[in-house]
């Protein structure tokens, strides 16, 4: 076992990661694919937000539904030597899905021959100078020194300039108020509402809406891939049956206190849990504003006799985004919430969206039953829900189990400048401690997490050298 000592040697041999969501199983991957020694934490269930789910006798991947950027999960299979792609990923019908605006109904992307396409094209021209750079950006160490790091974020500057977030920029497209009220909800990808949101977000629709996926054979298969990765690497794992839960993390002397007191100690720790309770397990202060934290959610499963008569994915967006961000500002439930809803055979899956106060709320919570009966009226299927086999809900109280602070889908919210590829990206907090996952990428979904996975083995790798 070689690790950093007083001479400065970097050599990492063996390695311990906190938390087995999909950023701590990826960098797992990776590290065992260049021969550490890796063993990997989990105090609940592998997979964090994706895993699944027994509804009605069906079988729901709870968390992520949308695969986007693919080609980061390439540059994956690729440093771990995998010829072939397990995921079998599929285009999604209809792209992004058909967004029920105040104003009408916008498919994304919007088909040639209707009356947005004209304004669409304009969108997708001002994006299209940041598209052969966004993998880079997501994949790439951002350092000064990396030309492909400075031309890209010099490509994004150009796009995106001068508008700092994504309110500004898609104001000064000047598109019908359908198709801006569209794009604003994608913003909310950002886990931040369009005025807060970097102007990346208001970008990413027509970056993505040609190549919006999900693994054929549901996205729990990404679970499973990862997890297959490591146990052929190697990667030791300890479960929550044996004790795998992290209670005290000392990162000068690489020690980690387990459940029940027992005490283990690597040359390297790596956090891939959120940063506030990493914070505690280090007993430093725990700061986490309600006013930056971002969105939760109500995650509703439905299982039904029949297949269900909807497209693949609808999105019903708030009516008034100011008063949505108002609400989520200040914790209170909006009157009406962005809601993402997706079906698949006789599976629904509906997301409400709702602000990070750890509140546990059921599916016969009064603002619960209203949203979903927006939802069902917006979407011609009213009573739909009353005739499911079963219902299952995950809330607020839920994702703050094991996540960041409120049930935050995606940790705290930087302001629009700090935002997206221009964030701090704080991978290394001592030398013997490095963090991935969301909470180092705010806003950002599974390729930001597999990008940044691919970040720190580089820089792990770098500094071995
Ligand atoms: C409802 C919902 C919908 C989403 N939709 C999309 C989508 O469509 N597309 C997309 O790209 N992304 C989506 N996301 C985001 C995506 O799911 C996350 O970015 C990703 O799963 C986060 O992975 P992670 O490994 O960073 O964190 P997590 O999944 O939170 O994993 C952290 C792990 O650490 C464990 N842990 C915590 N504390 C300790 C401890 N003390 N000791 C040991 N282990 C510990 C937890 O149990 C957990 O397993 C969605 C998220 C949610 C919740």
Not at 45 to 51: A, D, S, T, V, Y
Not at 349 to 367: I, Y
Request: glycine share 12%; proline share 9%; aromatic share 6%.
């Amino acid at each position: 076992m070689q690790g950093e000592g007083e001479g400065g040697c970097c050599l990492y041999s063996d390695v311990a990661i906190i938390g087995g969501g999909l950023a701590g199983l990826t960098l797992a991957a990776l590290l065992a694919q260049r021969g550490q020694r890796v063993a990997v934490y989990e105090a609940d269930r592998l997979g964090g937000k994706l895993r699944r789910l027994e509804v009605g006798g069906l079988s729901f991947d709870t968390g992520p539904s949308l695969f986007t950027f693919p080609g980061v999960w390439h540059r994956v299979l690729a440093r771990l030597h995998e010829h072939s792609d397990p995921l079998n990923l599929r285009l999604l019908p209809g792209g992004l899905g058909i967004h029920h605006t105040p104003f009408g109904p916008v498919p994304l992307p919007v088909p040639p021959g209707h009356a947005l396409y004209a304004d669409w094209l304009r969108v997708c021209a001002a994006a299209a100078p940041v598209a052969p750079h966004l993998e880079i950006l997501l994949t790439t160490p951002p350092r000064l020194t990396s030309a492909a790091f400075l031309r890209a974020s010099a490509a994004l500057a150009r796009a995106t300039g001068p508008h700092l977030t994504a309110e500004g920029w898609i104001r000064a497209r000047r598109v019908h108020p359908a198709l801006a009220h569209a794009l604003r909800t994608h913003a909310l990808n950002a886990g931040l509402p369009p005025a807060d949101a970097p102007a990346l977000y208001a970008l990413l629709p027509a970056l993505m809406a040609e190549q919006a996926c999900r693994p054929a054979e549901g996205m729990g298969v990404l679970l499973d891939t990862l997890h297959r990765f490591c146990a052929a690497r190697g990667v030791q794992f300890r479960g929550a049956e044996l004790s795998g839960a992290v209670r005290r993390l000392d990162a000068a002397s690489g020690t980690l206190t387990l459940d029940g007191g027992e005490v283990a100690q690597h040359d390297l720790l790596i956090s891939a849990i959120d940063p506030a309770r990493l914070a505690a397990l280090r007993g430093l202060p725990v700061h986490s504003p309600v006013a930056q934290r971002t969105v939760s959610g109500v995650a509703v499963y439905a299982a039904f006799s029949q297949p269900v008569p909807l497209p693949a994915t609808s999105i019903l967006p708030p009516t008034h985004f100011a008063t949505f961000r108002a609400a989520m500002r200040v914790g209170t439930l909006p009157p009406d919430t962005l809601a993402l809803i997706h079906a698949d055979g006789p599976r629904l899956a509906v997301l409400l969206t709702a602000p990070a106060t750890a509140r546990p709320l059921t599916p016969d919570h009064s603002w619960v039953r209203a949203q979903l009966a927006r939802v069902e009226t917006a979407l011609g299927v009213p009573g739909l829900l009353a005739s499911a086999v079963a219902v299952t809900a995950l809330d607020p109280a839920h994702y703050a189990q094991g996540g960041h602070p409120g049930g935050a889908i995606y940790g705290l919210g930087f302001p629009a400048w700090r935002g997206g590829p221009l964030h701090p990206q704080p991978y290394r907090l001592h030398s013997r401690l490095w963090q991935v996952g969301t909470g180092v990428h705010p806003g950002g979904g599974i390729p930001a997490i597999l990008g940044g996975a691919l970040i720190v083995d580089e820089l792990l790798a770098d500094r071995s050298k």
